[in-house]
């Protein structure tokens, strides 16, 4: 079934874009973030996330420090800036999405051409899967991985694992936001031209596009940033070695009177680049919430894992 729709999504255009769009209301009623729908939506979230209520004190703090999925908008805002024109073909993977149809409809203006499983198969070939919510984003994740290029509005473990496969497959155009430095430049964006836009768009994207090397081996999840071979692994001798070798190297500069200039700098993308506290080129999954605060509401809350789990 995964092949039909990629069939079918190849027929609609050569060439398309999957978006995995998490704006589900479970979602963001733990992600506890305030997307400015007043009080209707601070009443409607606010039930769901009451069991949540101590992990998220400061909603809007959250959207300033790039922990919150952006919003429909905002990724079709994202993409039209980097350049993606609006006759391109988008695969949405999704949940029930916040808001329904209203709150896809700034997406659908920007880009007319959005697809879905639903839109694209009938309610008899999706029936062996409609029951099961894993069969279902197995699906999506299918289309996904094949795509010309895949879009996430959040960082999460769907995400990651896509990011990983189209890395270690090829390093096809994977996109994921940076969240923390994209919202100031929504929030301004009636402030400034649209080619002004763009170029900061631009700007603050490099190092999450799935560009070779962007992250350094090691850093990140094994499946998010995999060896270039599985039987690759840090050699913790060959590191000493490493070391040593360049401790013999400064101090056979500083023997010959050479003084060393500037110290070297890293060459970190924007994806790894950041003082310590400093999270703004971080991915913004990882700091959704503290860890141990996360675990200790899992271990009592199978629902909740699965949420967070796609």
């Known amino acids: 079934m995964g092949e039909k729709l990629i069939q079918r999504m190849r027929e609609r255009s050569m060439y398309f874009i999957a978006l995995h769009l998490r704006f589900e209301p479970d979602m963001l009623a733990f992600s506890g973030c305030y997307y400015g729908g007043g009080e209707k939506e601070r009443r409607e979230l606010g039930a769901i996330r009451k069991r949540w209520k101590g992990l998220h004190p400061n909603p809007e703090k959250g959207r300033r420090q790039g922990r919150c999925p952006l919003t429909p908008e905002e990724v079709g805002l994202m993409l039209r800036a980097l350049g993606y024109r609006k006759d391109v073909h988008?695969?949405?993977?999704?949940?029930?999405?916040?808001?329904?149809?209203?709150t896809l409809a700034p997406l659908k203006a920007l880009f007319p051409n959005l697809h879905t499983k639903e839109t694209i198969s009938s309610k008899e070939e999706l029936a062996p899967f409609s029951k099961y919510s894993s069969r279902m984003a197995a699906l999506d994740f299918i289309v996904c991985d094949e795509s010309d290029a895949f879009v996430a509005n959040n960082n999460g473990n769907m995400a990651k694992i896509l990011a990983g496969r189209r890395r270690y497959f090829g390093h096809k155009r994977t996109i994921r936001p940076n969240a923390k430095r994209l919202y100031p430049l929504f929030l301004n964006r009636g402030n400034m031209s649209w080619d002004a836009f763009?170029?900061?768009?631009?700007?603050?994207?490099?190092?999450?596009?799935g560009e070779p090397k962007e992250l350094r081996p090691g850093r990140g999840e094994f499946h998010e940033n995999p060896s270039t071979c599985i039987c690759e692994r840090t050699d913790g001798k060959a590191v000493a070695r490493a070391k040593s070798q360049d401790d013999q190297v400064l101090n056979s500069v500083a023997d010959q009177g050479k003084g060393i200039g500037e110290p070297a700098v890293p060459n970190h993308t924007d994806e790894e680049a950041?003082?310590?506290?400093?999270?703004?080129?971080v991915p913004a999954d990882k700091e959704v919430?503290?860890?141990?605060?996360?675990d200790?509401?899992?271990?009592?809350?199978?629902?909740?894992?699965?949420?967070?789990s796609d």
């Open 296 to 308: 200790d509401v899992l271990a009592g809350d199978p629902e909740l894992e699965q949420i967070l």
């Open 289 to 294: 919430v503290d860890a141990e605060m996360v």
């Open 90 to 102: 988008i695969y949405v993977a999704s949940g029930e999405i916040y808001g329904g149809a209203r």
């Open 274 to 281: 950041g003082e310590p506290d400093d999270d703004e080129d």
């Open 198 to 209: 763009s170029s900061k768009v631009h700007m603050v994207q490099k190092g999450f596009m």
